[in-house]
């Protein structure tokens, strides 16, 4: 399985930015794609996660409301939608996937990108 995330950059408190995973490899039906981050100094945490076979969404509460995590089944690409988003969500950002796991445990995805770092300016 491999995972490619793109979509990061720089931009302002308050604003929009869109980040994709373009994933291949495997015949995804079973499985779960989440998104994670880890901000400087800190572990990485979960943010949201898809269900690929009925497309039920899970997101961690400090993101609940602001970000909507979706995917596209003929490109194989899932997609994060931030919003409003706060300097505090400067981290990079990094798309797993599982066959096996629907959680928010980092751990338990074995399949993960390379990251695409998202920077909140004030």
């Known amino acids: 399985v491999q995972l490619v995330e793109s979509g990061g950059g720089l931009l302002q408190a308050g604003g929009s930015l869109r980040l994709s995973c373009s994933a291949s490899?495997?015949?995804?039906?079973?499985?779960?794609l989440a998104w994670f981050r880890q901000a400087s100094g800190k572990e990485r945490e979960f943010v949201s996660g898809?269900?690929?076979?009925?497309?039920?969404?899970y997101y961690a509460g400090s993101v609940k409301g602001r970000f909507t995590i979706s995917r596209d089944s003929a490109k194989n690409t899932v997609y994060l939608q931030m919003s409003s988003l706060k300097v505090e969500d400067t981290a990079v950002y990094y798309c797993a996937a599982d066959p096996d796991y629907r959680g928010a445990r980092t751990k338990n995805y074995n399949y993960w990108g390379q990251g695409t770092q998202v920077t909140v300016s004030s």
């Open positions: 898809i269900s690929w076979s009925d497309s039920s969404t």
């Open positions: 490899g495997r015949y995804f039906s079973s499985y779960t």
